[in-house]
């Protein structure tokens, strides 16, 4: 059974998202795992020549013993959170199992994730581990997991759609070819649920009425320019070619935050 969640933007434009389902998660979850099995025991193993080479200098067994079971408990534990956190974090939602399934962590109100969510998530993920949780996202309405629901997010479905091919076909343009230009900070001040809604009337434009269509292009671009700082004047005919290079640009540093 699919389930959907939508968002309206401040200018009305509704972005939606489909929902990964628990056996989607469960797979990619399962091969996070395996990545970070595989590297703690490779840690674990280096950890351990470590103590064994340096601890017996000390001249104290029960050092010694102390520091063995330090490295067994700590070193798993620390990469393991220090991994999804790492790639939540730099790679929009997306450790590799997430990539690999086509999924990723959003906000539960549509935005880009932040840093303290990802940080509550990553932590209950301990506690998600026991096993009478796990019947937990089957049972929750948006398929959330105990961490997902404290840090207020939601696992959803990324799918090739006309929006990801505009954004392909936009980054694609030379960044010299475009009018508008827009430094970093006029960038990074917009999120993820910016970039949608800006994809969303882009690639529907064709079929809106065009007095629609020019009052959508009016909220969105007006919207964008008081968040992101942008003082250059838009023209009205120049609107919609502001927000085709604008996401150019916001595909561009996303593709350098991916790389």
């Known amino acids: ?76 534990a620390f990469f393991s959170l220090a991994y999804f956190v790492y790639y939540e974090w730099r790679r929009n939602g997306q450790p590799p199992g ?41 049972l929750s ?17 990324e799918e090739e759609t006309a929006q990801d091919a505009l954004r392909t076909r936009l980054m694609a343009r030379d960044p010299e ?15 993820e649920l910016d970039a949608q809604a800006i994809e969303t009337f882009l690639a529907r434009r064709q079929g809106i009425h065009p007095e629609h269509r020019a009052l959508l292009a009016e909220r969105l671009t007006n919207a964008i320019i008081e968040r992101a700082g942008f003082v250059e004047p838009v023209e009205t005919g120049q609107r919609e070619q502001f927000l085709e290079d604008l996401l150019a640009a916001l595909a561009r540093r996303d593709a350098r935050e991916l790389g």
């Open 177 to 191: 070819e475009a009018f508008f230009r827009f430094n970093p900070a006029q960038v990074n001040a917009l999120d």
């Open 98 to 138: 997430a990539s690999l399934m086509n999924i990723r962590v959003v906000m539960d109100r549509g935005f880009s994730l932040t840093l303290s969510a990802i940080i509550v998530r990553t932590l209950f993920r301990i506690i998600d581990q026991t096993p009478f949780l796990w019947i937990v996202p089957v």
């Open 141 to 157: 309405e948006k398929w959330q997991r105990v961490g997902d629901m404290v840090a207020g997010t939601l696992v959803v479905r």
């Open 1 to 76: 059974m699919e389930k959907v969640v939508q968002f309206e933007t401040p200018e009305n434009i509704t972005v939606t998202y489909r929902l990964a389902g628990p056996g989607r998660r469960f797979v990619a979850v399962l091969f996070d795992y395996f990545v970070v099995s595989a590297a703690v025991i490779l840690l674990f193993a280096a950890g351990l020549v470590a103590v064994t080479v340096f601890a017996p200098q000390m001249g104290d067994v029960a050092v010694f013993w102390a520091l063995v079971l330090a490295v067994m408990i700590l070193v798993p």
